[in-house]
Nanobody, 119 residues
Framework: QVHLVESGGGVVQPGGSLRLSCAASGFTDFSFSNYAMNWYRQAPGREREFVAA????????VYEDSVKGRFTITRDKAKNMMYLQMNSLKLGDTGVYYCNAVRGAREAWGQGTKVTVSS
């Protein structure tokens, strides 16, 4: 069973930066490279929303409009890691950020890491 653990959250002022990490493990019949990876976030009182995605090969990325140009998603297949570099953070980026792995009907979620943007 795929296991995902996020880290790197914290409290930051507007305009600051954070780098989130997602450590993936537990791959049996399919390796990390066979999973598309995503970041989602959930702000207080709101539903979980898509933030960014990266393909299995890491050669294509997609971003939610509000984070384009500020966030960068990457993955390191050798380390079974995924990252989200977040720059120019805004108050609206506050929330719990979740790592997600998808391969067909198979899906796994991490427990989330909290990001608070506050002045």
């Amino acid at each position: 069973q795929v296991h995902l653990v996020e880290s790197g959250g914290g409290v930051v002022q507007p305009g600051g930066s954070l780098r989130l990490s997602c450590a993936a493990s537990g791959f049996t019949d399919f390796s990390f490279s066979n999973y598309a990876m995503n970041w989602y976030r959930q702000a207080p009182g709101r539903e979980r929303e898509f933030v960014a995605a990266i393909t299995r090969a890491g050669d294509n990325t997609v971003y939610e409009d509000s984070v384009k140009g500020r966030f960068t998603i990457t993955r390191d297949k050798a380390k079974n890691m995924m990252y989200l570099q977040m720059n120019s953070l805004k108050l609206g980026d506050t929330g719990v950020y979740y790592c997600n792995a998808v391969r067909g009907a198979r899906e796994a979620w991490g427990q989330g890491t909290k990001v608070t943007v506050s002045s």
